[in-house]
């Protein structure tokens, strides 16, 4: 597979910057406080980063209303600040991916100020607009009213995210512009610019917000948002080989055989694998059977392997934590699972020793009920959790308030943590090629009415059962690691075996 040779023993961590690392006691996270903890990301076992949106912005939607694409958001620190993040990264073995964009804008960004003046100018046909201040785009959300121009805006999200101009599939309006136009082409190439600008300061690719969202009008099948993305991802690579880019999609038969994406994320969809995996009332790793798991991802898994990589995520920054589905015993064989897949997978900060979505929290910049999913990092059992010096009142948001809230610190001492088990399976991972994204797969056991998983990476089998009884299974080779009882010829409740 012609993908970046680092991807294959790629294991990302996916950091908030609000709440990870507060360095100056503002109780706010910073780039200086992701600089700080690195040590700790490199001892997980972790050696990529993907960065939410650290720009500049008015933080209506968490930071993915950007006013400056180019600009460091002053609240993190500075444009130097990451780029020494970048390279202290580098030196650790870290590669760093920041979150681009592409789809919307803050509705303060330059672009659309200048977007929304009645004369004609270089940026008039930056957004998607109409011709006259009370009709909207059909079939899409738009507001009208709010600028001195003759026309209304599409929206690609919120109110505050006017949608960009990359134009239509096809063109059966007067004010629409054609995907092969001027403007496209002029909106296509600013967002070359901003990839430009953070790979040459050493960033090692991107997150690509939305990806799939970018050209209006007829495209289901996406072709055209397809071919654009394919065109723009190999224009960065012919100058930044080494770079990687992982879609938010959701569809890797579009995103890596067609857009050319390296990955794409196995996101919380519908009815979709992962959901029934890890989210739905009759969930895999809830201790149920793994046939509508298997079957969804078999087909993807089959229709893209040569093409690029699905990411198995343990959660993100949209949906409520991992550990709201699953026990403490669960976590651990959904760990030990999803690291063990193929593919390039991704551990949201705090998942790792179980952080709680504290679905109490009341709405903060955009966040609703993504709030509780966002909260501080937990790193010891001191002031504020360790995550910041700030009186707790100054904190962006609280911490876990529970006297029982995980901590890093807490659970490094204990062998038999959650953090320690995830150690453990991504030092298991590293040393071995076959459990990592590039190793054969092959399904030996899944079956309706069974909770047993059986399936081979390369010479290894992995094998679960993440029910709370032992289900007779006949795992060959000596076991090289394992999570609960395992004994010849059955697999006592909640246990993972690679052998
Ligand atoms: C993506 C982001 C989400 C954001 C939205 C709009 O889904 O992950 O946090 O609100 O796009 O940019
Ligand atoms: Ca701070």
Not at 228 to 250: D, H, S, T
Request: charged content about 25%.
């Amino acid at each position: 597979m012609n993908r970046p040779a680092w991807l294959r023993d790629a294991v990302f961590y996916e950091i908030y910057p609000s709440s990870f690392a507060d360095s100056n006691g503002d109780g706010i996270g910073d780039i200086n406080g992701i600089r700080q903890k690195l040590p700790y990301v490199k001892d997980l076992g972790c050696n990529a980063l993907w960065l939410n949106p650290c720009f500049d912005s008015p933080f209506k939607d968490g930071g993915y209303d950007v006013r400056d694409y180019k600009l460091a958001a002053p609240r993190y620190g500075t444009n130097e600040d990451l780029y020494a993040l970048f390279k202290e990264a580098h030196a650790l073995g870290i590669r760093v991916l920041l979150d681009l964009v592409p789809g919307h804008t803050s509705e303060e960004h330059p672009w659309f100020i200048e977007s929304g003046k009645p004369e004609k100018n270089e940026y008039s046909d930056r957004y998607v607009w109409t011709d006259f201040w009370i009709k909207g785009t059909p079939g899409h959300p738009y507001i009208a009213g709010e600028t001195p121009r003759n026309g209304a805006y599409m929206l690609n999200f919120f109110k505050c995210q006017p949608a960009l101009n990359y134009g239509w599939a096809k063109v059966t309006e007067d004010w629409q512009t054609p995907v092969t136009g001027k403007a496209a082409r002029a909106t296509r190439n600013a967002m070359a610019d901003v990839m430009r600008f953070w790979l040459a300061h050493g960033c090692d690719g991107f997150r690509v917000d939305m990806a799939n969202s970018l050209v209006k009008g007829d495209d289901d099948d996406k072709s055209y948002t397809c071919a654009l993305w394919k065109g723009l991802l190999n224009e960065m690579r012919a100058e930044f080989p080494e770079a990687a880019f992982v879609a938010e999609w959701g569809w890797p038969e579009q995103a890596l055989c067609l857009a050319d994406f390296d990955m794409d994320f196995y996101l919380d969809h519908w009815d979709n694998g992962y959901h029934k995996l890890v989210r739905s009332d009759d969930a895999y790793l809830k201790g149920n059977d793994p046939a509508a798991f298997v079957k969804d991802y078999l087909k993807r898994y089959e229709a893209s392997k040569e093409d690029g990589y699905i990411s198995f995520i343990t959660g993100n920054h949209d949906t409520p934590r991992i550990s709201w589905y699953l026990t403490d015993d669960q976590l651990k064989l959904a760990y030990a699972l999803l690291l063990t897949l193929p593919g390039v997978p991704f551990l949201y900060y705090g998942d790792e020793i179980g952080m709680r979505y504290l679905d109490y929290l009341p709405t903060k910049e955009g966040g609703y009920t993504r709030t509780g999913s966002r909260t501080p990092m937990q790193w010891a059992p001191e002031k504020n959790l360790g995550f910041s010096d700030a009186d707790p009142g100054r904190l962006y948001l609280p911490v876990d308030p529970a006297p029982d809230a995980p901590t890093a610190a807490a659970q490094e001492s204990d062998p038999g943590s959650l953090l320690n088990t995830v150690k453990a399976v991504l030092a298991l991972r590293h040393r071995c090629p076959d459990l990592q994204a590039d190793g054969s797969f092959q399904v030996l056991h899944a079956q309706a009415g069974d909770p047993l998983l059986i399936f081979r990476r390369g010479a290894l089998t992995v094998a679960l059962n993440p029910s709370n009884k032992p289900v007779k299974a006949d795992v060959p080779g000596t076991p090289l690691f394992q999570i609960g009882s395992c004994e010849k010829g059955s697999l006592g409740p909640n246990s993972f075996i690679v052998s």
